[in-house]
């Protein structure tokens, strides 16, 4: 009845069809992954926009050089009904210790049992680009910058005749990357994780990488930071939950968790909602003490990310929803 009554009323002009929604955003998933915490919370936000329908994750891929990195990604991939999600992790990599979650994939079930198995993450992503439609695909970094600028230096392969910027500039759309500060932290300067521990990579990403950046500084996953409410209480469909007890053992007591990468994945998916404002255009750089430096350029391809309080306030809540979401089909 209700299909008649739209039908006729589309008919007759009084109600315009619905524009059709937009495709789904394919993603690739660039992470450090098993050293805080946020980087699995993001992988959950990830498959909740999956489920709704407005992404494809089509790969992730590793920084983090630790061999349990990749079969923890497996086993989030696989509660979540993705199993086959392929995964790719970095050799010879940086920060090589031991995480104080990803062993707990032991418990759930994957099929990725070290990162030795998964293919070359430089490769993957040559691969991965090859296969998409050209300026497509939005590339969430919310690690190191390595992989990324070891694919600027690869050659051409089986896959793709183009070096690897030009088949970024070819493939990529947008990089939207959790790294750097663009503001004072406790009245200093903020030399920021994610550049630090790879400050080569990081200026290389920075001076050659082809496409429109958009950066996630430091201060935003502090000022949206995850209610720790949310943590205790929004993950009890499932029992044990993978993301709840990664959580659980990165960190000693419940707190508001910062909410670092999950706001870099939320730009590269849902760019459009207001959940932040932009800087203006300019270049990024980092000094040799890893410093962040922004200059403005009508031409520039670097943005920040900004959050009013009324932002602020959305994006916690919608961060602590999406990350808790349950997976499909998940009854309990
Ligand atoms: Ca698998
Ligand atoms: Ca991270």
Known sequence: MLRLVIASLLASGVIDEAPAPPPPVPLIYDTDMGNDVDDALALAVIHALESRGECELLAVTITKDHT???????????FYGRGDVPVGAVREGVTKQDS??????????????RGEDAPDATALLREVLAGQADGSVVIAQVGFSTNLARLLDSGPDEHSDLNGRDLAAKKVK?????AGAFKPHNDRPHPEYNV?????????????????IVYSGFEIGLET???QDSMK???RYASPHIIEEA???YNNDYHDQPSWD??????AVRPDRNYFSLSPKGTVTYDDQGITRFAEADNGLHQYLIADPAQRERVREVLSALASQPPDGCVN
Do not use: C
């Open 262 to 267: 999950l706001t870099s994945v939320l730009y």
């Open 68 to 78: 349990l990195s990749a079969p923890f990604i497996d086993a989030v991939n696989t």
């Open 233 to 235: 209480f929004d993950y």
């Open 196 to 212: 630090v521990k790879d400050i080569p990579a990081a200026q290389q990403l920075t001076t050659d990488w082809p496409t429109p």
């Open 100 to 113: 104080k979650f990803t062993g707990i994939a032991e418990r759930y079930p994957h099929d990725l049992k």
């Open 225 to 227: 930071a995850l209610p």
């Open 247 to 249: 959580y659980r053992h």
């Open 174 to 178: 947008l990089v939207s990357i959790m």
